[in-house]
């Protein structure tokens, strides 16, 4: 049963989500501000968790960026739950390190479906094939969740990780923006594509030299992306 913390301020939203969950078979926590959350994430890391963006300080961003600087919560899935709804603060949130972003007023049905994809994609790299890729200096292992540049690790969220892991199991071929969606983000997600955009960016500041002159995520102009077929060992 997967352990799901809910943090909130307004003790409604934290409510209905802890019984819309619940209903779905899923243990949760409830918390009503940022630093007993934070307590209770270090003292067990949850599966995955529900934050909301306004709160009094730390709020939801505050607490996305303490939990990617921890080594404890680096990888803990966390889906942005908010009122805000303009494409700019999605934006802010998914390139800080969110999973996912829900808009308030949320269904209860869509919420503990988002929750099990975001779930999937972190558990999926378990059951892969293939346990470590290498591709001209990169290596990414599936089952460790690690990923390193001429032997140097660098840390990816559970997206970023999942995205390039994709890209680098298939070099050369091209993948639409939908097509990454549905691998990466799953046939549950109710995103756009320019959330795959967004991570694309982000992803080459970490793995590229220069991320304005990308050599290993390609973008193929009206298409979407590959790795570059060139980079295979």
């Not at 969950?21 to 409830?30: A, H, P, R, W, Y």
């Not at 961003?61 to 303490?66: K, S």
């Not at 404890?72 to 603060?89: F, G, W």
């Not at 994609?121 to 690690?146: C, F, T, W």
Request: aromatic share 8%.
């Amino acid at each position: 049963m997967p352990l799901i913390y809910v943090v909130d301020d307004e003790a409604n939203i934290r409510r209905l989500a802890a019984q819309a969950l619940t209903d779905s078979g899923m243990q949760v926590e409830s918390f009503a501000g940022g630093k007993e959350f934070l307590q209770a994430a270090l003292r067990q890391v949850p599966d995955c968790a529900l934050v909301d963006w306004m709160m009094p300080s730390p709020n939801g961003l505050e607490l996305i960026r303490m939990l990617r600087e921890n080594p404890l919560t680096r990888q803990l899935p966390v889906i942005m739950l908010t009122a805000k709804s303009d494409e700019t603060d999605k934006v802010i949130g998914l390139e800080l390190g969110a999973d996912d972003y829900i808009t308030k007023p949320f269904g209860v049905r869509e919420l503990p479906a988002r929750v099990r994809a975001v779930l999937r994609r972190h558990n999926r790299a378990e059951q892969a094939e293939d346990d470590v890729l290498k591709r001209s200096g990169l290596a990414i292992d599936a089952k460790r969740r690690k990923f390193t540049k001429r032997g140097e690790t660098i840390e990816l969220t559970t997206r970023e990780f999942d995205l390039l892991y994709v890209l680098m199991q298939h070099p050369g071929q091209v993948f639409t923006r939908d097509m990454l969606l549905d691998r990466v983000w799953q046939t549950n997600y109710y995103g756009d594509t320019r959330t795959v955009d967004v991570h694309v960016r982000y992803l080459r500041q970490k793995i590229e030299d220069d991320s304005a002159n990308p050599v290993y995520i390609q973008t193929v102009r009206g298409v979407g992306y590959c790795f570059a077929e060139e980079q295979e060992e």
